[in-house]
């Protein structure tokens, strides 16, 4: 005998359908028990939660994607975000995603990109297609986010806002928009901007005072602003990779300005951008873009763009340069075809504190009998007068220092010598000047002085550390090595061994 028949048996028809009801009305109250338990800990999962080897010297990349979807009265919405973190590879991923929009992403390796994607379709046609994105970029040497979308500037609470309504994720960074990261010196002084989006941006400013059809760029004239080689190495050439694909159709917003930097480089800045700046800092008025950066790109290196990377060089940099200055001498001269009928032109940068040459005179007479017209002087922040004389040279000679940052004005083919001092200077004479030479088509010669051409050996006794083991002063930190050996050194040539160093100039000028 069957269950069912049993059952028909015990309980009549009326009875057999109240039971019934009941067992369907306790399942249901069972289930939503469930739910109401266990509710916070059910979440959303990942689609892709991965780690892998991208290329050689890469380290661990972690990559996860978050997928939503959501129907909304017959529309379909999609939105994605992705975060890389990457700290060394200069790879590549692509990643496609396949749906009814046809949507492709590419995420670019060594950046930390947070993105967000809106496609509307309806009726299986697309009537509307809109990106709003913001992508955070945290390289070695800088940090910066770059923004599309209805973006409001906000310069008494330093925040950029990419409003809530555009974004489908959250997300939220901190930037100090100086391109010297990891250094905490430098960002001691620059101010802090802070970048939000999605439902993280929920304090958006709804007035918007001031539209703007231009694109903007966020930086900061602090750090180490003032010396010469941090001004051009942190602010003006990342100024110029960040700023010269817009043609001058962009608008600088200026955290911590400095009057006195923006005279400085008024060339430069009104060849970059067509428009005034701004002192965002004290705009009382809310800014609203479709586009804007925080903070610079560059190149870890000093002096550097990479044209492997860059749809820019160095050689484009300088050609830059000599028209914002309106410099006239693109090469060097050449001895070989100028057939002695012109001397080359010889720049002897001139120091008045420190590493500064005692026998300027000595070096001269040295050097205008090997055949040299010698040009002696120092620089200054006048940089238009600057970038004439040098320009107007055909090399160009000093002591390591910030002064030589000027070589950038040189003529094509134009010769660098470095007087490197004593204190083990190698590496950051070769860092700061030797390497960044190469990149701008000039010759470079270094010059490692003798202790006796050194004025230390008039301050301490011979058998002392600082003349005979530097490494041992480097090793206690940059504060005592600089107080010393870039503070208290100057150089007193020794113009019979020197002369080797500008017959070698004279040579390359022949070739």
């Known amino acids: 005998m069957t269950?069912?028949?049993?059952?028909?048996?015990?309980?009549?028809?009326?009875?057999?359908?109240?039971?019934?009801?009941?067992?369907?009305?306790?399942?249901?109250?069972?289930?939503?028990?469930?739910?109401?338990?266990?509710?916070?800990?059910?979440?959303s999962l990942p689609v892709l939660n991965m780690r892998m080897p991208v290329d050689v010297g890469l380290k661990m990349l972690r990559i996860t994607n978050y997928y939503s979807f959501e129907k909304l009265r017959g529309d379909g919405i999609r939105s994605s975000m992705a975060t890389i973190v990457n700290e060394t590879s200069s790879s590549e991923?692509?990643?496609?995603?396949s749906d009814t929009t046809g949507t492709k992403e590419t995420i670019s390796n060594g950046n930390a990109i947070r993105s967000s994607t809106t496609t509307v379709i309806n009726n299986k046609n697309i009537t509307q297609q809109k990106e709003m994105k913001t992508l955070c970029h945290v390289e070695e040497r800088t940090e910066f986010c770059e923004m599309y979308g209805d973006i409001r500037v906000d310069g008494k609470t330093s925040t950029v806002f990419m409003s809530a309504d555009t974004m489908l994720e959250s997300g939220s960074w901190v930037i100090r928009p100086y391109s010297r990261r990891g250094d905490e010196q430098a960002f001691k002084r620059v101010t802090k901007w802070f970048i939000k989006s999605g439902v993280d941006a929920y304090e958006t400013p709804t007035q918007c005072d001031q539209r703007h059809n231009a694109p903007a760029i966020i930086f900061s004239t602090a750090g180490y602003a003032g010396n010469n080689f941090h001004d051009y190495t942190d602010i003006v050439l990342p100024l110029y990779l960040t700023s010269r694909q817009f043609d001058g159709e962009v608008k600088f917003l200026i955290t911590d300005k400095k009057p006195w930097w923006i005279k400085k480089f008024r060339n430069i800045l009104q060849k970059l951008s067509r428009y005034e700046l701004v002192d965002i800092d004290k705009e009382v008025n809310v800014h609203c873009f479709t586009s804007v950066t925080v903070g610079l790109k560059r190149y870890p290196q000093?002096?550097?763009?990479?044209?492997?990377?860059?749809?820019?060089?160095?050689?484009?940099?300088?050609?830059?340069?000599?028209?914002?200055?309106?410099?006239?001498?693109?090469?060097?001269?050449?001895?070989?075809?100028?057939?002695?009928?012109?001397?080359?032109?010889?720049?002897?940068?001139?120091?008045?504190?420190?590493?500064?040459?005692?026998?300027?005179?000595?070096?001269?007479?040295?050097?205008?009998?090997?055949?040299?017209e010698v040009v002696v002087t120092e620089v200054d922040s006048h940089v238009a007068r600057v970038a004439e004389m040098v320009n107007s040279c055909d090399v160009m000679m000093g002591v390591h220092g910030a002064g030589l940052t000027n070589m950038i004005f040189l003529p094509e083919n134009a010769i660098l010598i470095q007087v490197i001092p004593i204190g083990g200077f190698e590496w950051l004479a070769k860092t700061d000047f030797g390497e960044p030479s190469k990149d701008m088509n000039l010759r470079y010669i270094g010059y490692q002085i003798k202790t006796e051409e050194s004025t230390l050996i008039q301050q301490y006794p011979p058998d002392h550390e600082v003349l005979n083991d530097p490494y041992a002063i480097q090793r206690r930190g940059w504060h005592?090595?600089?107080?010393?050996?870039?503070?208290?050194?100057?150089?007193?040539?020794?113009?019979?061994?020197?002369?080797?160093?500008?017959?070698?100039?004279?040579?390359?000028?022949?070739?």
């Open 480 to 511: 005592e090595f600089k107080s010393i050996y870039l503070q208290k050194q100057n150089v007193n040539l020794d113009v019979d061994r020197f002369r080797i160093t500008l017959l070698r100039a004279l040579e390359l000028l022949h070739q």
């Open 302 to 372: 000093e002096l550097k763009i990479d044209s492997s990377k860059s749809p820019y060089s160095m050689k484009d940099f300088r050609k830059f340069l000599r028209s914002a200055y309106s410099l006239k001498k693109e090469n060097a001269i050449n001895m070989r075809d100028n057939g002695g009928k012109k001397r080359p032109r010889l720049f002897i940068l001139s120091r008045k504190s420190t590493r500064a040459f005692t026998n300027t005179n000595a070096i001269a007479g040295m050097a205008t009998r090997l055949g040299f």
């Open 93 to 97: 991923i692509e990643m496609v995603e």
């Open 3 to 43: 269950y069912d028949t049993i059952f028909a048996r015990s309980f009549s028809r009326y009875d057999q359908k109240k039971l019934g009801y009941g067992a369907f009305l306790g399942c249901l109250l069972i289930a939503l028990s469930f739910c109401i338990v266990f509710k916070p800990y059910l979440g």
